[in-house]
């Protein structure tokens, strides 16, 4: 019987690692955010008063085991001067499918079995009207998933303006799992959202999983600057319950120095440091490999299937 994986987060991050995990004979459950409201997906929750469908998208594409051409139709963004300029046709068919069945669950099951997806993916809630909030340090309070990101400032507290109803089948899924995977991704907007969920804490600290955090290659700008791998994991564990993380996956890539400069400059980003003593004394497993490529967009990236086979090996131990 396969192992139960269940993958909290959204964004780019989770879509890269679920495209190589699904390779595994794992039975992966993917739980995405869906308080994004930027660009296309901001544009349709406003008019379509719907939740974001952005994260859900990318997900279900890199999930897919249809052709190529059709994964690069569903991320096609129109170029145009007409109200569709920027929207993901993605986008527009989950779009479509909310209209037609009036469920988010049951919109991404039907896209599912449309693009041939063999896993699960389950949007966290099905409110509309979720806003995420957050509180710099500074007292400021910045309201919505963009307006935080943009902000580039540090936060001491991350919430919700509404209570979401979380969907019961992530808190099903996630008190059944052998391990749960806080995926890459921005702290604040794609793990964190997770976790200020109690029903997602009660149902973490219920199962019998192991909590697995797959630690950024570089800092946010404000929200993680000079953060090394512990800093990474004291914050999230500032939002578990008892259950805290108890393994962390890390790159220990050599960055090429030109590279470095580039996302020092045009991202104020820098690669985030190991510090291994401090994970030894905080109890958390290390489990670091050179996992870092260079992207066909210049990009560094985690390398999906090399990442997977970490997560897959640390799985078959028993």
Same mark, same amino acid.
């Given at each position: 019987?396969?192992?139960?994986?269940?993958?909290?987060?959204?964004?780019?991050?989770?879509?890269?690692?679920?495209?190589?995990?699904?390779?595994?004979?794992?039975?992966?459950?993917?739980?995405?955010?869906?308080?994004?409201?930027?660009k296309s997906t901001g544009v349709?929750?406003?008019?379509?008063?719907?939740?974001?469908?952005?994260?859900?998208?990318?997900?279900?594409?890199?999930?897919?085991?249809?052709?190529?051409?059709?994964?690069?139709?569903?991320?096609?963004?129109?170029?145009?001067?007409?109200?569709?300029?920027?929207?993901?046709?993605?986008?527009?068919?989950?779009?479509?499918?909310?209209?037609?069945?009036?469920?988010?669950?049951?919109?991404?099951?039907?896209?599912?079995?449309?693009?041939?997806?063999?896993?699960?993916?389950?949007?966290?809630?099905?409110?509309?009207?979720?806003?995420?909030?957050?509180?710099?340090?500074?007292?400021?309070?910045?309201?919505?998933?963009?307006?935080?990101?943009?902000?580039?400032?540090?936060?001491?507290?991350?919430?919700?303006?509404?209570?979401?109803? #979380?969907?019961?089948?992530?808190? *099903?899924?996630? $008190?059944? !799992?052998?391990?749960?995977? +806080?995926?890459?991704? %921005? =702290?604040?907007?794609?793990?964190?959202?997770?976790?200020?969920?109690?029903?997602?804490?009660?149902?973490?600290?219920?199962?019998?999983?192991?909590?697995?955090?797959?630690?950024?290659?570089?800092?946010?700008?404000?929200?993680?600057?000079?953060f090394g791998v512990s800093d990474?994991?004291?914050?999230?564990?500032?939002?578990?319950?008892?259950?805290?993380?108890?393994?962390?996956?890390?790159?220990?890539?050599?960055?090429?120095?030109?590279?470095?400069?580039?996302?020092?400059?045009?991202?104020?980003?820098?690669?985030?440091?190991?510090?291994?003593?401090?994970?030894?004394?905080?109890? #958390?497993?290390?489990?670091?490999? *050179?996992?870092? $490529?260079? !992207?066909?967009?210049?990009? +560094?990236?985690?390398? %999906? =299937?090399?990442?997977?086979?970490?997560?897959?090996?640390?799985?078959?131990?028993?």
């Amino acid at each position: 019987m396969h192992k139960k994986v269940v993958v909290l987060g959204g964004g780019t991050g989770i879509s890269f690692l679920l495209k190589g995990l699904k390779d595994f004979p794992l039975e992966i459950t993917a739980i995405i955010t869906v308080a994004d409201n930027g660009k296309s997906t901001g544009v349709l929750r406003k008019e379509f008063n719907i939740p974001a469908v952005g994260d859900i998208r990318k997900v279900i594409t890199n999930l897919s085991s249809i052709d190529p051409e059709i994964k690069t139709m569903m991320e096609y963004r129109f170029n145009t001067s007409s109200d569709l300029n920027g929207h993901a046709l993605g986008n527009l068919i989950l779009t479509a499918m909310l209209e037609i069945t009036g469920s988010l669950k049951d919109s991404i099951a039907a896209l599912s079995k449309l693009l041939d997806v063999k896993h699960k993916v389950l949007p966290i809630t099905e409110d509309c009207k979720l806003t995420l909030m957050g509180e710099t340090t500074d007292g400021e309070i910045i309201e919505g998933e963009s307006e935080i990101t943009s902000s580039h400032q540090e936060f001491k507290r991350i919430f919700y303006k509404e209570n979401p109803i #979380v969907t019961q089948e992530a808190v *099903d899924a996630i $008190i059944d !799992a052998d391990l749960v995977i +806080l995926s890459m991704g %921005s =702290l604040v907007t794609s793990i964190i959202p997770h976790l200020i969920c109690p029903e997602i804490i009660d149902a973490i600290d219920k199962s019998k999983a192991s909590v697995m955090y797959l630690c950024n290659a570089m800092t946010q700008p404000g929200e993680t600057d000079h953060f090394g791998v512990s800093d990474h994991v004291r914050m999230l564990n500032n939002y578990l319950g008892k259950k805290k993380i108890g393994i962390v996956v890390a790159s220990n890539s050599k960055i090429d120095e030109a590279m470095a400069k580039k996302y020092e400059t045009k991202e104020q980003k820098d690669p985030v440091f190991i510090d291994r003593k401090e994970l030894s004394e905080m109890h #958390v497993e290390l489990i670091e490999d *050179d996992l870092l $490529i260079v !992207a066909e967009d210049g990009t +560094l990236k985690h390398n %999906s =299937l090399k990442l997977s086979s970490l997560i897959f090996a640390y799985l078959m131990r028993d």
